[in-house]
């Protein structure tokens, strides 16, 4: 069992930056895949970004703004989001990707709120 802690999450105007943070348990911790999704109100939760051990990806709508990174020593994973939209409102959450045994298993935060002002 993983369990994840969001923090960082606020208000925000349009055009700002917040940092996201997400503490993990367990001591493999490097060998998770850590990932940021995102649930705007009636909407589906989406993916927003991803980090491996030596990779990391991005949805297209947040390329070069956002920046995904983690500190193995820490088990944390942070989201830097810079140029925050309106439309960026939602509740971010943490997730874990651990494979076991050829086993996947997927590991959730409890999420935090981003609100971006217009």
């Known amino acids: 069992q993983v369990q994840l802690v969001e923090s960082g999450g606020g208000l925000v105007q349009a055009g700002g930056s917040l940092r996201l943070s997400c503490v993990a348990s367990g001591r493999t911790f490097n060998s998770y895949v850590m990932g940021w999704f995102r649930q705007a109100p009636g909407k589906e939760r989406e993916f927003v970004a991803r980090?491996?051990?030596?990779?990391?990806s991005y949805a297209d709508s947040v390329k070069g703004r956002f920046t995904i990174s983690r500190t193995n020593a820490k088990n944390t994973v942070y989201l830097q989001m810079n140029s925050l939209k309106p439309e960026e409102t939602a509740v971010y959450y943490c997730?874990?990707?651990?494979?076991?045994?050829?086993?996947?298993?997927?590991?959730w935060g409890q999420g935090t709120q981003v609100t971006v002002s217009s």
């Open positions: 997730n874990a990707v651990l494979v076991i045994g050829g086993v996947r298993y997927d590991y």
């Open positions: 980090i491996s051990w030596n990779d990391s």
